[in-house]
Nanobody, 122 residues
């Protein structure tokens, strides 16, 4: 069992920055791929950024060059630095710990945090 707790969401003006953090329990954190997802009202949950156990990263096209995912295995944490925020980035952001064999695009498998709201005002 893995527990994930997100923090760092809030209200920010367009063009601003926020840093989301996710604290994970479990001794095998370093072996798991971790992802940040988001879900806006009326939309499906989508992958924003992911990082594998060997620190390979991937990003949604809409956030490339603006968001940076990182992980600290010593602290069992993963972060998402968001810059140049746009109103369309407004969503609930979720941290996910993927199970072995899980895919980024399939929400089944692994564990999810409770989510943190990010609101970007224009």
């Amino acid at each position: 069992q893995v527990q994930l707790v997100e923090s760092g969401g809030g209200l920010v003006q367009a063009g601003g920055s926020l840093r989301l953090s996710c604290a994970a329990s479990g001794s095998i954190f370093r072996l798991r791929s971790m992802g940040w997802y988001r879900q806006a009202p009326g939309n499906q949950r989508e992958l924003v950024a992911g990082i594998t156990s060997d620190f390979t990263t991937n990003y949604a096209d809409s956030v490339k060059g603006r968001f940076t995912i990182s992980r600290d295995n010593a602290k069992n944490s993963v972060s998402l630095q968001m810059s140049s925020l746009k109103p369309e980035d407004t969503a609930v952001y979720y941290c996910r710990s993927l199970s072995y064999g899980s895919s980024w695009s399939d929400p089944a498998g692994g564990f999810w945090g409770q989510g943190t709201q990010v609101t970007v005002s224009s």
